[in-house]
């Protein structure tokens, strides 16, 4: 299960620059699959980059233990984030249709438990100070590696079973 | 002479699957030589901001490849986005000849 829309079938192109809301349809559908989460058997993983290369790498590294999703803008981002409620995302910075903070913004202001790991190439202060505002749960430079990516699922997997203990 | 890719990394991430390795070796080639044609026209069309923005997506991938020079080339190009044409005009010609050495040595792992 997972998977990612594709733009040749998909008759709708994200705008230039991408709405940080969801519709009344996406807040619904929202709020009903947030109900089912802890439920859910195998982690939901939203990977959120526009580069095909890269997002197929990280995909297909995941894939194989968990339910995954790939996003190329956030207008797809959206969708899946409200469809899904994913547990983790993993999210690029710079998006064609969106600022990657603007977007980790929104996806915490609906759902303060989403853990959110943002991405980059680029290794400036104001990325990591303004993550840091957004109050993401990490930080990952690109070149991916394993370790940081399983690093990150292992903190966050940590931290569900310590507040599902409390 | 040094390989133009380390390809430990990704293999590190694959995890010997030869077959989303090979999907990945093709995804590189059809984003790049796409990229390469972006920063080809934002130099005709004189669109810094075009330019960044490939050179930038081009860094990522080439970095999560392993063609370690090719990345620095894409940097290089992304930080002097506003600088001269014909400097621009050079990184790129060194792009694409950095580009042909990662496909011809992409290929032969293939075959």
């Given at each position: 299960?997972?998977?990612?829309?594709?733009?040749?079938?998909?008759?709708?192109?994200?705008?230039?620059?991408?709405?940080?809301?969801?519709?009344?349809?996406?807040?619904?559908?929202?709020?009903k699959?947030?109900s089912r989460r802890?439920l859910r058997?195998?982690?939901?993983?939203?990977?959120?980059?526009?580069?095909?290369?890269?997002?197929?790498?990280?995909?297909g590294?995941?894939?194989r233990?968990?339910?995954?999703?790939?996003?190329?803008?956030?207008?797809?981002?959206?969708?899946?984030?409200?469809?899904?409620?994913?547990?983790?995302?993993?999210?690029?910075?710079?998006?064609?249709?969106?600022?990657?903070?603007?977007l980790?913004?929104?996806?915490?202001?609906?759902?303060?438990?989403?853990?959110?790991?943002?991405?980059t190439?680029?290794?400036y202060?104001?990325?990591?100070?303004?993550?840091?505002?957004n109050?993401?749960?990490?930080?990952?430079?690109?070149?991916?590696?394993?370790?940081s990516?399983?690093?990150?699922?292992?903190?966050y997997s940590?931290?569900?079973?310590?507040?599902?203990?409390? | 002479?040094?390989?133009?890719?380390?390809?430990?990394n990704?293999?590190?991430?694959?995890?010997?699957?030869?077959?989303?390795?090979?999907?990945?070796?093709?995804e590189?080639?059809?984003?790049t030589?796409?990229?390469?044609?972006?920063?080809?026209?934002?130099?005709?069309?004189?669109?810094?901001?075009?330019?960044r923005?490939?050179?930038?997506?081009?860094?990522g991938?080439?970095?999560?490849?392993?063609?370690?020079?090719?990345?620095d080339y894409?940097?290089?190009?992304?930080?002097?986005?506003?600088?001269?044409?014909?400097?621009?005009?050079?990184?790129?010609?060194?792009?694409?000849?950095?580009y042909?050495?990662?496909?011809?040595?992409?290929?032969?792992?293939?075959?």
């Amino acid at each position: 299960m997972g998977g990612s829309l594709d733009n040749k079938t998909d008759p709708l192109s994200p705008p230039q620059q991408t709405k940080l809301e969801l519709s009344a349809h996406q807040r619904d559908a929202l709020q009903k699959v947030l109900s089912r989460r802890p439920l859910r058997p195998k982690l939901e993983i939203l990977i959120v980059e526009d580069q095909d290369f890269s997002r197929k790498l990280l995909m297909g590294l995941l894939q194989r233990e968990h339910v995954c999703f790939g996003a190329r803008n956030a207008f797809e981002a959206i969708h899946y984030f409200a469809e899904h409620a994913p547990d983790i995302i993993f999210l690029d910075i710079e998006l064609p249709d969106q600022d990657g903070h603007g977007l980790a913004g929104l996806f915490k202001k609906l759902d303060p438990q989403t853990y959110i790991v943002m991405v980059t190439g680029n290794s400036y202060k104001k990325d990591v100070e303004k993550a840091r505002e957004n109050q993401v749960h990490g930080f990952i430079a690109k070149p991916y590696s394993k370790q940081s990516i399983f690093n990150a699922i292992d903190v966050y997997s940590k931290s569900k079973l310590k507040r599902s203990s409390l | 002479m040094t390989a133009p890719v380390n390809l430990s990394n990704l293999r590190e991430m694959t995890d010997g699957d030869k077959e989303l390795e090979e999907a990945l070796f093709q995804e590189f080639f059809s984003s790049t030589e796409a990229l390469l044609d972006q920063l080809n026209e934002a130099l005709n069309s004189n669109d810094p901001e075009a330019w960044r923005a490939a050179a930038h997506a081009l860094k990522g991938t080439s970095y999560n490849l392993g063609a370690q020079k090719l990345g620095d080339y894409c940097k290089t190009a992304q930080e002097g986005h506003t600088g001269p044409h014909e400097e621009k005009a050079a990184l790129l010609m060194s792009l694409r000849k950095e580009y042909q050495g990662v496909k011809e040595f992409l290929e032969n792992e293939l075959n």
